[in-house]
Nanobody, 127 residues
């Protein structure tokens, strides 16, 4: 499985960004996928996830602001981020793996539950 990320960048607080994660093969149709982020000096944390059949799950810190989605025809995963806050500043990673997805909340079990990772993309939110 190959995951190639795009998007991200710098934005002021309250702004929006969209991250993309292009996957190889038919990953988005078969795999459990998720977005994680890692701020300097902090552990990688799960942000949102989506199962092969479309169930989604979100961390409380981003619920109602971020939306995870996928386009299986384009084999691409997305993360739409609205109402961004300075505390959202981090390197963002997409992840994928086969098997049980916990209704889109497998990310809550930790980054070690995913084998395949994108290269990461920086998101910086200024106040």
């Amino acid at each position: 499985v190959r995951l190639v990320q795009s998007g991200g960048g710098s934005v002021q607080a309250g702004g929006s960004l969209r991250l993309s994660c292009a996957a190889s093969g038919d990953t988005t149709s078969r795999a459990c996928m998720a977005w994680f982020r890692q701020a300097p000096g902090k552990e990688r944390e799960g942000v949102a996830g989506i199962s092969s059949d479309g169930y989604t799950g979100y961390a409380d810190s981003v619920k109602d602001r971020f939306t995870i989605s996928k386009d299986t025809a384009k084999n691409t995963l997305y993360l739409q981020m609205n109402s961004l806050k300075p505390e959202d500043t981090a390197m963002y990673y997409c992840a994928a793996d086969t098997g049980w997805c916990r209704n889109g909340a497998r990310w809550a079990l930790g980054s070690g539950t995913f084998r395949y990772w994108g290269q990461g993309t920086q998101v910086t939110v200024s106040s």
